[in-house]
């Protein structure tokens, strides 16, 4: 049993004994994955809005997969380029700075842990979440200052192709505004929130299909990480993820989403900013890809205090987001999120 790893019984280890044991776990069981190195570059260049597209280009360039890769995305239906678009040189201005590192960001995810397999575990499914997560705490945190805008954030915001209705829906309510969000990236805590999931199958083996177990037996009314800390005994994958973003180097924010984004201290705007647009990937992509959790018919009613356990802890007990205005706010990016997702998917995974 995966329990013995951390105690017997109903024992209660301190965090930081936790902690060592599962780094231990993982230098030992398993070779910790690094992210590719096109990937380490373009999140640098990502860091200085100065940085010059020769050099992102170039830096594509020595990763033939990934030319090929945003080539394909450029032609595919979602910008319909087509003959336009035949070298890295020509999609890189026309595609954006953003959507080419969210593009990277992506294929890195699936390119490292493309060799996992786990009973019940489906890495496209893992995938498509993050991604949901990602694009929806984008969307979420986009400035909605349109006078502001510079020239990539009108490109980006014109691929999120939002209706009238949802972008007054958006800016009635704010968010960006109301978190006093700046420079975080949004989209990269999204995509990453759940990295220690896949670590998680990759070097426990047995456990996945245990806590799916656990979760069937619960009749999907409770979390997954509820089950993972009544199973392991603090093995969590917010846990796992924390440590491989230190092993990533990822800076602090994100290793904070990481780590809580189920329960953001007050004025941890960012990793409630995750928090929340992991409900909603919840709701369009679940993990398990099987559950059946709850959440999907609560924003339907707009019944939300009944999932209360599948939302940011404390939810209700901040002023920053009534529940009315987060189903308001699911209405308003549920088909970009959607789409967006799926497009991007087709690209990476060759769909």
Not at 97 to 123: H, M, P, Q, W, Y
Request: net charge negative; with cysteine.
């Amino acid at each position: 049993m995966v329990r013995s790893q951390f105690g017997d019984g109903d024992e209660s280890l301190p965090p930081e004994e936790i902690r060592q044991r599962i780094l231990n776990d993982l230098e030992t069981m398993a070779v910790l994955p690094s992210l590719p190195q096109v990937c380490q570059r373009i999140l640098q260049l990502a860091k200085n809005p100065d940085s010059e597209i020769r050099e992102w280009i170039e830096t594509l360039r020595a990763d033939p997969m990934t030319c090929a890769m945003i080539l394909r995305h450029a032609h595919s239906a979602a910008y319909g380029f087509q003959g336009e678009v035949n070298s890295i040189d020509r999609a890189v201005p026309l595609l954006g700075k953003n959507t080419i590192k969210n593009l990277v960001v992506c294929d890195a995810i699936r390119r490292t842990f493309i060799a996992v397999s786990e009973s019940g575990f489906s890495l496209d499914s893992f995938w498509l979440h993050s991604a949901a997560v990602g694009f929806a705490a984008r969307i979420l945190s986009f400035p909605l200052d349109e006078e502001r805008w510079t020239a990539e954030q009108q490109l980006e915001f014109e691929g999120f192709k939002l209706s009238d209705e949802e972008v007054a829906s958006l800016k009635e309510i704010d968010l960006p505004k109301r978190l006093k969000l700046a420079d975080e990236d949004a989209f990269l805590g999204g995509m990453m929130h759940d990295l220690g999931i896949v670590v998680m199958v990759s070097s426990y083996p047995d456990l996945y299909p245990l806590l799916v177990e656990e979760l069937k037996a619960h009749e999907w009314g409770e979390t997954l990480q509820a089950i993972e800390e009544s199973i392991t005994q603090g093995l969590t994958h917010a846990t796992v993820g924390e440590i491989i973003a230190e092993k990533w180097n990822l800076e602090e924010g994100l290793r904070t989403v990481i780590k809580f984004h189920h329960h953001a201290d007050v004025g941890d705007r960012f990793s409630f900013l995750v928090g929340v647009a992991d409900v909603l990937g919840e709701v369009l992509y679940p993990l398990p890809e099987e559950a059946t959790y709850p959440l999907g018919e609560a924003f339907e009613t707009g019944e939300l205090k009944r999932v209360a356990r599948f939302l940011p802890e404390g939810f209700f007990d901040q002023d920053q987001l009534s529940s009315e205005e987060l189903v308001t706010l699911a209405k308003a990016v549920f088909p970009a999120v959607k789409r967006l997702s799926e497009e991007m998917r087709d690209s990476i995974f060759g769909g």
